[in-house]
């Protein structure tokens, strides 16, 4: 497969994950509406329930079971989490909306980083040197420029890792000391040390 088909397919990936997530915020939208329904009865309140379920089982159903996806699924559960729970959403300094935007960023460094892991192996050839570190640069700004520390250390972690994979240890370093979040922190350290 070369590398135009590959991307075409990173493409569709992530316009499906954007058009799914906007299904989503649609039927959270709708899921309010029913639920601030004026005399809801025992059966409106079931039916409030089993939409919750559907919506929490169609979330499911999107996450890929792929192990290189586990920071995904981590960044999809702390978004539907945030965005299913009505208490939180009430709070004052919880903005959903930005938690949206922060979470689809770190998904486009999850793809970005990805797509780059075919360089991997190319990284002796000028050419392919440069664009390998396009991405990185790419992909470090990004992630630099993501305001929630949980968010932020998400979508460093796929960059600290293909920093590991091509062996640019000074890089990995510097990045994996602007991970703020313990639970990252240790998930990337675990990975590392895996990896030895």
């Not at 993501?146 to 062996?167: C, G, M, T, V």
Request: include cysteine; proline fraction near 3%; charge should be negative.
């Amino acid at each position: 497969m070369d590398n135009g088909a590959l991307v075409f397919i990173i493409i569709i990936e992530a316009i499906v994950i954007v058009w799914l997530a906007s299904k989503l915020k649609q039927y959270e939208k709708f899921e309010l509406m029913l639920g601030a329904s004026p005399g809801g009865s025992s059966a409106g309140s079931s039916s409030t329930a089993e939409s919750k379920d559907s919506v929490k089982q169609a979330r499911e159903s999107t996450l890929q079971p792929d192990s290189a996806n586990a920071a995904t699924r981590a960044v999809a559960g702390a978004v539907s989490s945030v965005n299913s729970d009505e208490e939180l959403l009430d709070m004052p300094g919880v903005d959903p909306e930005a938690n949206i935007e922060e979470a689809k960023r770190v998904q486009l460094v999850m793809a970005r980083c990805r797509y780059a892991e075919f360089y991997l192996e190319q990284l002796d050839d000028d050419y392919e040197r440069g664009q390998f570190q396009r991405i990185v640069n790419s992909c470090r700004n990004t992630a630099i420029n993501i305001e929630d520390p949980f968010f932020q250390a998400s979508a460093l972690h796929p960059l600290i890792i293909l920093l590991d994979r091509a062996e640019w240890v000074k890089e990995r370093d510097q990045l994996f000391a602007q991970v703020d979040d313990e639970l990252v922190r240790h998930r990337i350290s675990e990975e590392l040390a895996s990896t030895v």
